[in-house]
């Protein structure tokens, strides 16, 4: 089945200090949603208020993207850490988009939790529920990014907290639609056209090719590109022009 649109977002605001992450500035003005580090995995606060400014500037829509604690790790370490503290962790990070949001007069669209915060809540309910507790407790309408069939969608679903499906252009898949983990070799896609012929595939036909060959349903309302991918811009050009050529509009609806 085929869609008339699609939202297309990226994970931006991840440098900090005198540490350059991306290349934003490019990035922004081709995507229709942004999802901006909060400080713990990536940002600080003056990146978080220019790239939100940036966001205001080419009228693209602004999520929280909130992680573990890991700077080191660029949040894509696993942390166990009790479900209260994590809740607030979350909550934080959150809020302190939200001030800079506030003072552009940018409203802040939806939440999507960062690397292993988010891996880690396919299959965990307690770190699930953090993220939806938290997201809940700040503004029980604000929509969260989810995995298709992950706990997250799940837990999310069930507390009545809106959700919107994310599929991933530049990572490949498990058969439970899981992404393959990045320590395993062909997690990562960086070859443009072959992101764009997956990220058709699932738009138009609703499937994807798992890492195992095997051919899985999969839906969706916004497709990631990952900002740290080495092509990011080439890629989303490439998306972007073939979305357009099957008469496909890249814009956040929900």
Known sequence: MSRKQIDLNCDLGESFGVYKMGHDE???QLVSSINVACGFHGGDPDVMDKTVAMAKEFNVGVGAHPSYPDR???GRWNMDIPQETL???IIYQIGALDAFCQKHNVKLQHVKPHGNLNNMADKSETIASSIVEAVHALNPE?????????ELERVAVEKE??????LFADRSYQNDLSLVPRTEHGAVITEPEVAADQVLRMVLDEQITTISG???DISGETI???GD?????HMIKVIKEKLAANQIEVRFDK
């Open 142 to 150: 604000l929509p969260i990014f989810v995995k298709p069939h992950s």
């Open 87 to 89: 809740t607030n962790i």
């Open 72 to 74: 080191l790790g660029f």
């Open 214 to 216: 095997d051919e899985i």
């Open 224 to 226: 990631c590109v990952h």
């Open 161 to 166: 907290q809106p959700v919107v499906l994310e």
């Open 26 to 28: 490019e990035v922004i």
């Open 229 to 233: 991918t080495p092509t990011a811009v």
